[in-house]
């Protein structure tokens, strides 16, 4: 990314083209094995000027890693119209366009390092996840969760990265293909923790009254009920208490 032709630039003007070429080669590489110089011979500066605007490479990483979550937390805002689970599913295509645009920054920063370990990088890492939570509550219409309903939106968000770096490891599997399993993987979380709670059974009844029957909710129960016949009955057995006295 050489600008070719060296002109003056305002200083904000030149700390935005620096975060850009930054991003771009922490987006194709991992932070670790990009040098100042690098940076310097793509912007088309020199070494020095370059720590004119960042102290070093570490206040420049985590300038560019606050671009990239704000843009990766932009990722996760889908207007409230329609069935959730086709919102889930645009949610999922532009994360992975995201992954897939930045792989080796985006699997250098979740997996950590030296460039990412910092408390700042941490603190950015974290915003993010957060975002996504709270962008999901968004969508499930609930303001104040339920310590169950949290541990199933913030497991769901952890399992979408993780299914991230895992394709990045050889894209072994088609990006729609995990994009539309995230979307049921929501849905099975939910199903779950519902089987267990009154309150998550209301929010689950309430989203798959919003679904449409050749939705994506809908497909995960007709392939589920395709199973059914394959699985043997098992009687219920209350659990004892297993101090009681069996004599």
Known sequence: MTTGVRRRM??????????????ELFGNRAPDEVSIDEIA?????SRPLVYHYFPGKQSLYEAALRRAADELSARFVEPREGPLGARL?????????FVDQHGPGFSALMRGGPAAGSSTANAVIDGVRQSAY?????????????PRLELVVRSWVSLAESTALLWLDGRRVPREELEKQLVHDFAALTAVRAAYDAEMA????????QEPADGLFGE????????????????????????????
């Open 10 to 23: 305002g200083v904000e003007e030149r700390r935005r083209q620096l975060i850009d070429v930054a991003l």
């Open 41 to 45: 011979a793509a912007a088309g500066i």
């Open 220 to 247: 995960l129960l007709e392939r589920l009920s395709a199973l059914t016949p394959a699985i043997p009955a098992v009687p219920v057995q209350r659990a004892t208490d297993p101090r009681a006295d069996t004599a």
């Open 202 to 209: 209301g929010v689950m009844l309430r989203v798959l009254g």
């Open 134 to 146: 709270e962008q999901i509550l968004t969508h499930l219409d609930v303001e104040v969760p339920s």
């Open 89 to 97: 599913l645009r949610v999922m295509e532009r994360f992975f366009d």
